[in-house]
């Protein structure tokens, strides 16, 4: 991203974006974040996009990797993926401004298909987040995409299009085969991604690892190495993240007492659940939520 296409997309975030947070979009799929204040650290569920910095800085950990991008940069989450994010720069004068695009597996597919990346990949596992150097094409089809919000009569018709290039400008970098096994049917990203999405739905259900992986036909080894490989994470790490993630939400925004929300995420013992809530969020159940509502 040169000098130029920044200061437009600044010019343009600053416009259409008027809340201190995330905020959708006329334009399907896609949204803006913005903070005039460096955050604290916040574990958040990353569903599979494409996130793009103009201006500011963030870090993310995920499991116990590091990772950090800033202008010019872009962020890939090829699977939902519980990581911990915090902006590091950004103040009043100079926000931090971030677009965030949903990738959506079925629309890759046909694409995917055309640009004779469908091989067979069946062995090869890649990591389900990473960090990238914008191009200018990829820079210029982004902006593109953003001024159609200063002429709402042409989304409609044109947004799709200028998605589908985005797609394809992307599956052109040196990143993008790994994005492409989202859309290749039998490719251990998707099956592993078919996991996380029956782990999202079933929060309160016992499922062991072996149950996991006869879901989507691995042995029990391979599917272990695939999982770890692609979330960073044991199935039963990710698996007690999502809960815990998911009693966070609901204590927030159902006023539902600890103890029911252990149970309502899978818990049989409040008191187990209450010991890792700790270890995870770095204070009880009861005080993590009080100090959110106090800020809100």
Known sequence: MNNKQQNELIS?????SHTEDA?????NGLSF???S???SKL???YNPSLCVIVQGRKQLMLGQEFYEYSVSDYLAVSVNLPVVGQVVEASKEKPYLCIQFDIVAHQLTELVAKMDKNQSTNTTSYRGLFVGKLDSLLSDCILRLIRLLDTPKDIA???????QELYYRFLNTEHGQKIAQIAIAGSNMQKIARVIEMLKNNFSKPISVEDMANMVSMSLSSFHHHFKEITSMTPLQYQKRLRLLEARRIMLLEMSDAANTSYRVGYESPSQ???EYSRMFGTSPIKDVNNIRTKI
């Not at 905020?23 to 334009?27: K, V």
């Not at 018709?157 to 998605?163: G, N, Q």
């Open 33 to 35: 974040f913005r903070t």
């Open 157 to 163: 018709i044109l947004s799709p299009l200028i998605m």
């Open 37 to 39: 204040e460096p955050s």
């Open 12 to 16: 343009l975030l600053n416009k259409h």
């Open 23 to 27: 905020e959708p979009t006329a334009i």
């Open 43 to 45: 574990p958040i569920v």
């Open 273 to 275: 659940f209450s010991r």
